[in-house]
Every structure is written in structure tokens, then in C-alpha cells.
């Protein structure tokens, strides 16, 4: 099916409100005629090297988002741009393998189609993932980090433009944007699992160059525990629309300035991949638990 958002412009009026409406629609009853007798409440948006999660499924059911109107087709490695529903450790969820991020993008309306199309097919939490470089000495490479709250650096916003009240307010609150009592049930499952996990808040640069140190020692004086690119329009949307949000970053990297590492996307996937399994056993048993 074609991109319908195609058509959008940063003209963020009516025509553009109305379509999106409309995508929100069609790929809300593309979803559900594929589901079944699945009725997820959670998903889980998958960030970079994290996608294996979703091939984890049992009887999965998938869609590429290329065939959901207004989905966001992702550019970049390790987003593969695919919707698979179906069981986890017994729980259905659906998993979204890939997020197309605002370096790639000025339009929000890709992203904000797939979280609200989730909302729309009875999803009630959002689970948010993605590879981020650490700001502390103790949160080591491959190791988990629970977000406890975010700091926008990006210099946008995705509900900037005309604001539709079928789908939530025109200021949204964002204390705790990301969801407390959530939070406590990852840290359980961590500890039943087994798997460290740390906890602090997540700042987000737009990117798509990685900060310069000058930029780390800010972040770091701004209160930061790990700094990423994503994530943050994902849980403003999320809660916009009434979605509680939960979720963690894998620290691929020390921020730059702080090892003598090398950083490039290749080297992000490569750590991302030492620390799935665990990313992956820390998710199978929370889900279970919510």
C-alpha cells in the first residue's frame, strides 16, 4: 500500500490532521484483521541491534510497515521496519522492529501513526528501547539502564503544529512521562532474571552525529545517566495519547570523551549485540509480570 504520508509537509493544518487520522484508521483495521485471537496490551518498540526480540515470538503474525498506511519506513541498520505480533513467555504483544528518528526525518507524523495505531488497536503500555552511550563510569558497556526520566536535546517536538483532542490534550503533563510502578516490575524481573540493571535519566540529541565531549560534560551537568538519539519522541507521543511508557537503553558506548573507543554505528550494533540476551531474557519475564 502506498505511503499516504508521503504527502505530508511541516504544514501541520487540517488536510494533514485529517490524513493522519486516516492512516491511523486503515492501519488500525489492517492490524487487527491480522491478529486474530490476540489481543496485545503491550508493545515494544525495538531499538538498534535489539530486533532479534521480535523473531522470539510464538506464532507470529507479520506485517511489514510498508503495507500499514502512514508507517514509518526506516533507513538505517538494525531497524528492519516490521510489526510482529504474537506470544511472549505466554503474553501476547505486538513488537515494532524499528523507529525512523528525527535525523532521518523532519515530519513526526510516521512515528506518530504507529504509536497512536497501537493505542488504537487496545495497546495500554509501550515498552521503549534503544542503544545509548553511558555517562557513568558504573554503567558499563553491554549493560542495561532502566529510564527513570528524559531530558528533550533535540530541538524539536513532535506534537509541535495543530493538536487533534480525539487523541489527547493540547499540554500533556509529563511528570512521570515514564511510568513508576512499570519501572518497579522491570527491576523485579531484572532481579528474578538475574540481569543487572541500572537506573537514570536519558538525554536525547537529535543527532545524526554522535556529541562532541564538550556536549557529554553538559549532558553530565545536566543530570544525565545515558544519552541517546530516540526515544524521547516516542514517549511524549505515547503518553500524549494516554499510553503508559516503560523502557530501557543498552549502552552500546562511553559517551565521547569518556574511553578511548572508537564510535560508529557498526561499533553501537556490535555492543548492542553483547548485551541482547540480556535485554531480551530482562523483557520475557516483564511482560509476564504486568
Not at 504507529?114 to 509501550?126: F, P, S, T
Not at 573507543?261 to 540480556?278: D, I, V
Request: net charge positive; with cysteine; glycine share 10%.
Amino acid at each position: 500500500m502506498a505511503q499516504a504520508s508521503a504527502t505530508l509537509g511541516h504544514d501541520h493544518g487540517d488536510d494533514v490532521v485529517a490524513q493522519h487520522r486516516k492512516n491511523v484508521e486503515a492501519s488500525k483495521a489492517l492490524i487487527l484483521s491480522r491478529l486474530g485471537g490476540l489481543k496485545p496490551k503491550i508493545a515494544i518498540i525495538l531499538g538498534s541491534g535489539l530486533g532479534a526480540l521480535g523473531d522470539k515470538l510464538h506464532s507470529p503474525v507479520r506485517i511489514a510497515y510498508k503495507d500499514l498506511p502512514g508507517f514509518p519506513i526506516p533507513t538505517i541498520v538494525g531497524h528492519s521496519g516490521e510489526l510482529i505480533a504474537g506470544k511472549l513467555n505466554g503474553v501476547d504483544v505486538i513488537a515494532l522492529k524499528g523507529r525512523k528518528h528525527f535525523y532521518e526525518t523532519s515530519d513526526p507524523y510516521p512515528l506518530k501513526t504507529m504509536i497512536r495505531a497501537m493505542k488504537a488497536v487496545g495497546v495500554e503500555v509501550l515498552f521503549v528501547s534503544n542503544a545509548a552511550g553511558s555517562l557513568r563510569a558504573d554503567i558499563k558497556v553491554s549493560e542495561l539502564m532502566a529510564i527513570t526520566d528524559h531530558i528533550n536535546w533535540m530541538g524539536m517536538n513532535p506534537l509541535v503544529g495543530a493538536n487533534d483532542d480525539d487523541f489527547g490534550p493540547r499540554f500533556p503533563p509529563m511528570t512521570d512521562a515514564w511510568d513508576p510502578a512499570l519501572r518497579a516490575k522491570l527491576k523485579e524481573a531484572a532481579k528474578k532474571t538475574n540481569v543487572p540493571l541500572h537506573e537514570g535519566v536519558y538525554i536525547a540529541f537529535r543527532g545524526p552525529m554522535f556529541e562532541t565531549p564538550a556536549e557529554i560534560r553538559m549532558a553530565i551537568t545536566l543530570g544525565a545517566q545515558a544519552v541517546g538519539m530516540s526515544s524521547v519522541p516516542d514517549c511524549v507521543i505515547a503518553r500524549h495519547c494516554g499510553l503508559k511508557v516503560v523502557g530501557c537503553s543498552l549502552i552500546t558506548n562511553m559517551g565521547a570523551g569518556l574511553s578511548d573507543e572508537k564510535l560508529s554505528h557498526a561499533h553501537t550494533l556490535e555492543n548492542a549485540a553483547r548485551g541482547a540476551a540480556n535485554f531480551e531474557k530482562l523483557v520475557t519475564e516483564f511482560v509476564k509480570l504486568i
